[in-house]
T-cell receptor, first 113, second 113 residues
Framework: DVKVTQSSRYLVKRTGEKVFLECVQD?????MFWYRQDPGLGLRLIYF???????EKGDIPEGYSVSREKKERFSLILESASTNQTSMYLC????????????FGPGTRLTVL | AQSVTQPDIHITVSEGASLELRCNYS??????LFWYVQSPGQGLQLLLK??????LVQGIKGFEAEFKRSQSSFNLRKPSVHWSDAAEYFC???????????FGTGTSLTVIP
């Protein structure tokens, strides 16, 4: 089975801190994604990557950056965390460039105080 | 632009009753359609998907969905709901021009004894 793991289930940070969220997949998938999930808004795409060192902005990239130095790992970075970035963050991966099933990690619930 | 609408924010059904969750999409070409389920505190799990062919697709846990092009719909159904089906359900559409999925805002299902 595909496994997508995220480094933390729960995280509490302070305003202005730099925050790293890590995601690792073990099935050699080319594509990886970061979403944030908020009540009533569903899942919104922050960034995605279809290859090592490649990244593309999603719908809400402001305030975030990403890094993909290795195929299995995709990191989301909050350069200076703000309270409006309190949310559930979900990582996903998929095979190939054409739409295909995305496999999700368990999520990281981030609280910024 | 692509979009997905789930008109029902919350649905309550009795255990053993039938279920239908609605999903409408907006996309100019043939879409790739997905239903995911999210149990509390968990990531998303794929229930079923439609890429082409038979418009009635079967998924896991006894779920099925029917693609109706004329109505731009992909409704999820289950003939007899179990208490363990209580969760959040997300419809998503993928396109053949990129890697992105577009998610609906979700439908929360409560199952009463």
């Amino acid at each position: 089975d595909v496994k997508v793991t995220q480094s933390s289930r729960y995280l509490v940070k302070r305003t202005g801190e730099k925050v790293f969220l890590e995601c690792v997949q073990d099935m050699d998938h080319e594509n990886m994604f970061w979403y944030r999930q908020d009540p009533g808004l569903g899942l919104r795409l922050i960034y995605f990557s279809y290859d090592v060192k490649m990244k593309e902005k999603g719908d809400i990239p402001e305030g975030y950056s990403v890094s993909r130095e290795k195929k299995e790992r995709f990191s989301l970075i909050l350069e200076s965390a703000s309270t409006n970035q309190t949310s559930m963050y979900l990582c996903a991966s998929s095979l190939h460039r054409t739409p295909n099933e995305q496999f999700f990690g368990p999520g990281t619930r981030l609280t910024v105080l | 632009a692509q979009s997905v609408t789930q008109p029902d924010i919350h649905i309550t059904v009795s255990e053993g009753a039938s279920l239908e969750l609605r999903c409408n999409y907006s996309y100019g070409a043939t879409p790739y359609l997905f239903w995911y389920v999210q149990s509390p505190g968990q990531g998303l799990q794929l229930l079923l998907k439609y890429f082409s062919g038979d418009t009635l697709v079967q998924g896991i846990k006894g779920f099925e969905a029917e693609f109706k092009r004329s109505q731009s719909s992909f409704n999820l159904r289950k003939p007899s709901v179990h208490w363990s089906d209580a969760a959040e359900y997300f419809c998503a559409v993928g396109t053949n021009t990129g890697n992105q999925f577009y998610f609906g805002t979700g439908t929360s299902l409560t199952v009463i004894p």
